[in-house]
């Protein structure tokens, strides 16, 4: 850090006080002193209260990077144990060591073409609150019902890749398909 700024602005105020001197009376200095009290007063006010938002900043920062750290830790994956004409199940996992709150599977996208659509879940699939460590076995309905048994087993192979929304407990909302990085759920409201 370059000092002469500083050094140049120190003496330019010794200079301004010697030249007033002469000016000035007794109560005038013990005034001129009372001004100098309150600038360095307000000045430390504004450096606590930039210091203080600085750590709060910080904090934040911290506690969003804990809260993406811990939606990576949330995944959904084909269950075993699928009966003849019969969607699978799905087993949504949590191995972080905070709870996810309104974990949903939204959607079976396929492992095909981009061309078709991912395969919207039944709304009735939610669980309001995944503990750590405790799997999640979900037993899923198909939002449309004409689809034919070809495309079902297309969609609901083991390349597939599922589409899970959850929230954090500071309220951030995640969405993450297949093993794919979570990302911020632009549904979010």
């Given amino acids: 850090m370059r000092r002469w700024p500083w050094l140049l602005i120190a003496a330019s105020v ?3 006080v010697a030249s007033l001197r002469p000016l000035l009376g007794s109560a005038d200095w013990a005034g001129l002193g009372q001004w100098v009290g309150g600038a360095g007063a307000l000045a430390a006010v504004v450096a ?3 210091l203080a938002g600085a750590e709060s900043r910080h904090e934040r920062a911290r506690e969003a990077e804990r809260s993406r750290i811990q939606a990576y830790y949330v995944k959904a994956e084909w269950a075993a144990g699928r009966l003849e004409g019969e969607l699978p199940p799905i087993l949504v996992r949590h191995s972080g060591t905070e709870p996810m709150v309104n974990v949903r599977i939204v959607a079976v996208h396929s492992s095909g073409p981009p061309s078709r659509p991912p395969l919207k879940a039944d709304a009735n699939t939610d ?7 405790e799997p999640w ?3 899923w309905r198909l939002a ?12 609901c192979s083991s390349a597939s890749r599922i589409e899970i929304a959850y929230e954090d407990l500071a309220g951030g909302r995640w969405k993450r398909i297949g093993s794919a990085p979570p990302e911020p759920d632009p549904r979010a409201k």
């Fill in 14 to 16: 010794v200079l301004i």
């Fill in 48 to 50: 606590a209260l930039w």
């Fill in 127 to 133: 669980c309001p609150v995944l503990l750590p460590g």
């Fill in 137 to 139: 076995h979900v037993e």
């Fill in 144 to 155: 449309r019902k004409d689809l034919g048994d070809t495309a079902i087993a297309h969609y």
